[in-house]
């Protein structure tokens, strides 16, 4: 398995593109948000997929650094179906909320001749707090992260043999992921900043975390892979270096900070 890293940043950058992803195995793919908009075809592309290969999407939560690109999704799925061009089906799945406004969305935006394949041929799955699925042939757990901000659900993955891949959404970690995240291989947490810098960009009122913040805490989880993301850009040239160096102080298992369209083996 990989995961390709087709965004970065958080909502507001401008030097990378919004935090969004895709796993891969073999040759099913799950795309994970959906950034700001169809920038997503082009990053989707840059990265060398086939945005038809999306045959699984996961949104989490509506803020529209996450939920535009997929909007761009359907009307792509659609209008490929509507034109002979787009076999078999896709599944995007997402908590009640935002497959409601996918649903009204599309219903406002697009034609019937492409919104009459969703329900028939693309479908719009909602899944509950605890609800287990089969994703990308894998047994995927999506679980409520208890934002006060916007209601988001977060994901755990079986990667085979019991190793878990889980990502914590774009907000810090709760107590109520514990059994998710703990112990996990690979665990995806959001970093808005450097500890060292939290004075400039005021990462706690705004509900996010620091590198070192992200790294104690996956220490003491007893994650072995920590992948940061969703951060600022005003150090997005040094970034890697600037976040590895802070995080390696407090977590001692593998620490990745990837840059836009970077791809990790898992
Ligand atoms: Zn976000």
Redesign the pocket.
């Known amino acids: 398995m990989d995961i390709t890293m087709l965004g970065t940043g ?2 507001m950058v401008t030097e990378c593109y ?2 969004c992803f895709v796993l891969r195995d073999g040759d099913r793919h799950l795309l994970v948000d959906g950034g700001g908009g169809n920038t997503l075809l082009a990053q989707l592309k840059h990265a060398e997929f086939d945005w038809m290969d999306m045959r699984e999407i996961f949104v989490t939560h509506k ?1 529209v ?2 939920i535009m690109g997929i909007v761009w999704m359907i009307r792509m799925i659609c209008q490929h179906m509507k034109q002979g061009q787009y076999e078999g089906e896709a599944t995007i799945y997402g908590h009640e909320e935002v497959i409601r406004i996918l649903e009204e969305m599309a219903e406002m935006l697009y034609p019937k001749k492409q919104t009459c394949y969703i329900g028939d041929r693309l479908h719009l799955v909602v899944v509950e707090d605890g609800e287990e699925r089969t994703v990308m042939g894998h047994k995927t757990t999506f679980f409520d992260i208890q934002s006060t901000k916007a209601k988001q659900f977060g994901f755990c993955m079986d990667m085979g043999n019991g190793e878990k891949f889980t990502c914590c959404g ?1 907000e810090p970690y709760n107590e109520c992921e514990k059994k998710y995240a703990e112990n996990s291989k690979w665990l995806l947490h959001e970093a808005f900043c450097l500890f060292d810098q939290a004075d400039r960009f005021h990462p706690y009122e705004k509900h996010h975390s620091t590198a070192k913040d992200a790294s104690e805490l996956a220490e003491q989880l007893g994650v072995q892979n920590l992948i940061l993301y ?1 951060t600022e850009d005003k150090n997005i040239a040094r970034r890697k270096e600037l976040y590895t160096e802070e995080g390696k102080k407090y977590f001692h298992g593998n620490l990745f900070v990837p840059e836009d369209l970077e791809r990790i083996q898992l």
Do not use: I, L, Q, R
Request: glycine share 0%; no cysteine.
């Open positions: 958080n909502a919004n935090t803020h650094d996450h774009d969703h």
